[in-house]
């Protein structure tokens, strides 16, 4: 079956620096990748969609420029988290789509900015 | 955009009872439904879905309905066991895949032996 591969499962960082989460599609062409983060106890919030080669679209209330979305091949989109804060501190999970369809989720990146 | 509204929050059920989770959905452009099973600190898995042209999906002990005109879907299952304590979501799209897929707020399950 599909796979999406998400690394790192767990970072902590201090405050003001840059984090990247990377997500990799194994064994398919992820035309469109979804950006999620998800709180304790809370649902899975959409943060941005992403298409290969084309800029990443944000939710509202998503700061694009804090958020970076990087998508340049059919089979790796990166999140960075810049000059984070521990507010930032979250469960950020990656959901891959590929010419067949369905929606394939990262094991998620435990992120922890103090 | 896609607004999916998720009831109840936590539901407690004793072991071999049935448990319902219901979910209300705003967009009629919507077009597919999945329902997803998810332990602390992994990812969603998926366990069902359902698209529009089908009222009603089985599989084994899980069985999800779709109420198209009352914009409306429910997760059933029957004869609970202590595995299936988790958190469960249920969610919509207008496409199986490469659409954006907005998620309802989750449904703490409890299944008491």
């Known amino acids: 079956g599909a796979v999406v591969s998400q690394h790192p499962s767990r970072v902590i960082c201090k405050s003001g620096t840059s984090v990247k989460i990377e997500c990799r599609s194994l064994?398919?062409?992820?035309?469109?990748m979804f950006w999620y983060r998800q709180f304790p106890k809370q649902s899975l919030m959409l943060m941005a969609t992403?298409?290969?080669?084309?800029?990443?679209?944000?939710e509202q209330g998503v700061e694009k420029d804090k958020f970076l979305i990087n998508h340049a091949s059919l089979t790796l989109s990166t999140l960075t988290v810049t000059s984070a804060h521990p507010e930032d501190s979250s469960f950020y999970i990656c959901?891959?789509?590929?010419?067949?369809?369905?929606?394939?989720f990262g094991s998620g990146t435990r992120l922890t900015v103090v | 955009g896609e607004n999916v509204e998720q009831h109840p929050s936590t539901l407690s059920v004793q072991e071999g009872d049935s448990a319902v989770i219901k979910c209300t959905y705003s967009?009629?452009?919507?077009?597919?439904f999945p329902w997803y099973k998810q332990e602390l600190g992994k990812r969603p898995q998926l366990i069902i879905d359902?698209?529009?042209?089908?009222g009603e999906k089985k599989d084994q002990r899980i069985a999800v309905t779709l109420n198209k005109t009352a914009k409306h879907f429910s997760l059933h299952i029957t004869e609970t066991q202590p595995e299936d304590s988790a958190v469960y979501f249920c969610?919509?799209?207008?496409?199986?895949?490469?659409?954006?897929?907005?998620f309802g707020k989750g449904n703490q399950v409890v299944v008491i032996p």
């Open positions: 959901s891959a789509s590929g010419q067949v369809g369905g929606y394939t």
């Open positions: 064994d398919f062409q992820a035309t469109t």
């Open positions: 992403s298409n290969e080669g084309s800029k990443a679209t944000y």
């Open positions: 967009d009629s452009a919507s077009n597919y």
């Open positions: 359902i698209r529009s042209n089908v």
């Open positions: 969610a919509a799209s207008k496409d199986y895949g490469n659409n954006r897929l907005a």
